[in-house]
C-alpha cells in the first residue's frame, strides 16, 4: 500500500476506536485518575514494597536490577491495557527471585503504592483486588510518554525516482522474469561449458552473461529475490510512466497487482530452494500472471481493447481502461 494512503486510513480508523471506547468506557468503568485506591492501602503497599521489591526497583521505584515502577515508559508499558494486566504481572512473575507468593491483596496494596507514587490521586474505595473489578480500571488517554516516532532512516530520507515506470520494468523486471523463464527450458544445476565472452549464438544471454560470476541456481535466487523486491517500486510515489502520467499508486487495483507481483516473486524463490527445474517451472506460471494481470489492465488496452502489440497504445498505459 501507499505509505501516505494507509497511514491517513489507519489513523483515521485508530482514532474511530480509541473515541468509541472512550464513551463506552465512561459508562461503565474507571480509570485511575478518578481515585480508585486509598492512602491507608498505598501505605500497606509501600512496606510490602520495600522489603520484597525495592531491592530491584529501586527506593524511589527508579528502576536498579529491575526496570523503574514509575515514569512515562513505565505507564507506557502498561496504559494500554486494563490494570488487571499490571496486577497479574506482578502476582504472577514477581519478585523475579521468589513469584507466585504475593496474595491478591498484596498485589492490589502493591499496585495502590505505584499509582501513588504515579501521581493518581487516592480516593474514598480501595483498589479491590478480585480480577473482575480491575478488569473494569483503565488508563486515561495521554499518560505515557508520547508515542516515539516510528520513523527509521529509510523512511526519514526520500527516494525520489531515478526513472519512468517503463525504465524500472525493463531494467529490473524483464531481465529477472526472463531468467526465471529461461528455466523452463535450461536446467541450472546442469552442468555448463565455459562460453567465450558473453554472447550466445542467439545474441545477449542473461544465464551466460551472469554465469560467468554468480552460477546456476544462484543465478534463478537472485531474479527472484529482484522480484519480490521490485514491488514496492510500483508504488514509489511521484513515479511517472513513460507518457507523463503519475503511476496510479492510489489506485486499490493497482495495489492488488502489485501484492501479487511480490507474491509471485516470493514464491518463485521458495521455488527455486527446492532446486529443482519442475518446481520453478510451474511458479513461472504465476509469476507470467502476476505481469499479465497488470498489463491487461494498465499497460495493453486501448480505448477499453485489449491490444498488447499496438504501440500506439502508449499514450493510453498508466490509466485504468
Ligand atoms: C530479583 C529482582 C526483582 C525483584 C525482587 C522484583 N522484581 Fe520486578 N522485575 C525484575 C526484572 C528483572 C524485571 C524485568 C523482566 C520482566 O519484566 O519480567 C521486572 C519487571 C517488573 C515489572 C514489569 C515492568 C515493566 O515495565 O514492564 C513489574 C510491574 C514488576 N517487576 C513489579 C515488581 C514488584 C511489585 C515486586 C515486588 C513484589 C518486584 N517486581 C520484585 C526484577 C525484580
Ligand atoms: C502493477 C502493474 C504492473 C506489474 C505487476 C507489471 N507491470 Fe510491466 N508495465 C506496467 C505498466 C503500466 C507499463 C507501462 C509503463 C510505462 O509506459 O511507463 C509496463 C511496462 C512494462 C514493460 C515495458 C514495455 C515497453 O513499452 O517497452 C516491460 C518489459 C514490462 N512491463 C515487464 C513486466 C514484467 C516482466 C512483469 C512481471 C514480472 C511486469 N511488467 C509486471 C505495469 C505492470
Known amino acids: 500500500m501507499p505509505r501516505t494512503v494507509s497511514l491517513s486510513i489507519l489513523s483515521g480508523c485508530a482514532l474511530g476506536v480509541a473515541l468509541f471506547s472512550l464513551t463506552v468506557l ?45 515514569g512515562d515508559n513505565f505507564i507506557a508499558d502498561w496504559d494500554k491495557q486494563p490494570l488487571s494486566e499490571l496486577a497479574g504481572k506482578i502476582r504472577n512473575t514477581m519478585p523475579q527471585n521468589n513469584p507466585g507468593k504475593l496474595s491478591g491483596q498484596q498485589t492490589a496494596d502493591i499496585l495502590a503504592y505505584i499509582l501513588q507514587v504515579g501521581k493518581f490521586p487516592a480516593g474514598r474505595a480501595e483498589l479491590a483486588a478480585d480480577e473482575a473489578a480491575l478488569k473494569q480500571i483503565t488508563w486515561p488517554a495521554g499518560n505515557g510518554a508520547p508515542p516515539k516516532p ?79 523486491e521490485s514491488a514496492p517500486l510500483m508504488l514509489t510515489p511521484g513515479r511517472r510512466c513513460e507518457n507523463g502520467k503519475p503511476v496510479p499508486i492510489n489506485d486499490p487495483e493497482w495495489v ?13 524463490y521458495k521455488a527455486a530452494q527446492s532446486r529443482n527445474q519442475e518446481a520453478v517451472s510451474d511458479i513461472t506460471n504465476q509469476v507470467a500472471d502476476s505481469c499479465l494481470n497488470c498489463h491487461q489492465v494498465y499497460r495493453d488496452r486501448r480505448g477499453g481493447v485489449l491490444n498488447p502489440s499496438d504501440p500506439s497504445n502508449k499514450a493510453a498505459r498508466c490509466v485504468k481502461q
Open 26 to 70: 465512561a459508562q461503565q468503568s474507571q480509570t485511575v485518575r478518578q481515585g480508585v485506591f486509598t492512602e491507608a492501602q498505598a501505605g500497606r503497599g509501600q512496606a510490602i514494597y520495600k522489603t520484597q521489591c525495592s531491592s530491584c526497583h529501586g527506593e524511589m521505584l527508579e528502576g536498579r536490577l529491575g526496570p523503574p515502577l514509575a
Open 150 to 228: 516510528a520513523l527509521n532512516a529509510a523512511q526519514a530520507l526520500s527516494f525520489p525516482p531515478a526513472g519512468n515506470l517503463a525504465q524500472v520494468m525493463r531494467g529490473i523486471l524483464f531481465p529477472s522474469s526472463n531468467i526465471l523463464f529461461t528455466v523452463q527450458s535450461v536446467d541450472p544445476g546442469a552442468p555448463t561449458t565455459p562460453v567465450e565472452g558473453a554472447v550466445s549464438p542467439g545474441g545477449f544471454n542473461w544465464v551466460i552473461w551472469g554465469g560467468g560470476i554468480y552460477k546456476g541456481w544462484e543465478l534463478v535466487d537472485y531474479a527472484a529475490v529482484a522480484l519480490a
Open 256 to 268: 492488488k497487482f502489485t501484492l501479487e507481483l511480490a507474491e509471485a516473486g516470493k514464491a518463485a
